[in-house]
């Protein structure tokens, strides 16, 4: 299958791609978790029908929250390598138009080296996928060291995805707890990794964030400081600073696609350091494409968001 002819001019990279087997599927329900009515009938050819309509060449797939961890360690082991084996396998089946990010039965360190280690000299993965949160603790929880050490050792990339933790669900009636708790975990994530020193004590991860970090350019002030006046944010940032870690980052438009947000985004981080996100199935692709296209970005600044920086990231993709 082939992108159309109206499309294949922006040959998209998308970070932020979800997926089901059909067995993770229904261990879903067996959690009463459900899977919700997106994936109904879901199969790759659906997957690709959608991403020929936005122009996206290849999707990095994931599952989305609550991954595989379900406070059981075989269970979680088990469910990982079944649901890395078929995404491994439409990586495959579908050559070039799909890439995996490995699942990892975190908090489970032990499991977790154990399933990067088959994820990447096995499935030949390209990266992880980690949510922002485990059991209350963060990424930048010293829990999580072994791990993140091994991820710099091999230069890896970290996909987050967040979710809304035990404390704060359903706080507001009719609101879904996605719509405020998503973006505040990632947000979460971000600052545990700086102000635990876990970004300094492991530099050669490239982590990506979704949801355009999610509130973290509202919060920019308060945790920068001065740094994060008008006078220095247009200013090359001071070497391992936390807005140079900040700008060390990348961050996906999944959701986020709209003027207000982008052009906050690009001035916190700059333009390079965001990639497209399509958030499939939970968004429609070509809807998130078209908000791009109104956010007041240049045609270069598309260009490497649709393709371009991911590109830089993931080299098995650069001439895709």
């Not at 290849?58 to 406070?71: C, D, L, Q, R």
């Not at 900040?246 to 965001?274: C, E, H």
Request: charged share 20%; aromatic share 8%.
């Amino acid at each position: 299958m082939k992108l159309s002819a109206q499309n294949t001019d922006r040959r998209i990279i998308d970070v932020h791609q979800h997926y089901v087997s059909p067995d993770y599927l229904a261990l879903l329900g067996r959690k009463h978790l459900g899977g919700g009515p997106q994936w109904k009938d879901y199969t790759p050819a659906r997957n690709l029908a959608d991403m020929d309509k936005a122009g996206i060449a290849t999707s990095m797939i994931s599952p989305t929250a609550p991954s595989v961890w379900f406070g059981d360690v075989e269970e979680s082991r088990k469910a990982a390598r079944e649901v890395n084996e078929y995404g491994a396998k439409m990586a495959s089946d579908y050559k070039g138009r799909f890439g995996l990010f490995t699942s990892l039965p975190v908090p489970d360190v032990d499991g977790s080296l154990k399933e990067l280690e088959y994820g990447f000299d096995t499935l030949k993965a390209e990266g992880v996928a980690m949510l922002t949160s485990y059991d209350n603790k963060w990424l930048g929880d010293k829990a999580f060291a072994p791990l993140f050490d091994e991820l710099n050792r091999r230069k890896a990339v970290v996909y987050t995805h967040p979710l809304a933790i035990a404390c704060c669900t359903n706080l507001i009636q009719g609101v879904q707890s996605q719509i405020a708790e998503y973006p505040a975990d990632t947000t979460r994530a971000i600052l545990s990794l700086i102000a635990s020193g876990a970004v300094t004590r492991c530099p050669d991860i490239k982590f990506i964030f979704s949801h355009a970090g999610g509130t973290l350019v509202s919060i920019a002030g308060r945790f920068l400081g001065p740094a994060g006046n008008g006078d220095n944010i247009t200013k090359p940032a001071e070497p391992n600073s936390r807005l140079a870690q900040l700008r060390g980052f990348y961050y996906d438009t999944a959701q986020s696609t709209n003027p207000v947000l982008m052009q906050s985004l690009k001035m916190l981080v700059g333009a390079s350091q965001i990639v497209y996100g399509s958030d499939f199935p939970f968004a429609n692709p070509a809807a998130q494409v078209t908000g791009l296209e109104s956010s007041g970005l240049s045609p270069a600044e598309r260009r490497g968001i649709y393709r371009e920086n991911a590109a830089k990231l993931l080299p098995a993709h650069r001439s895709a």
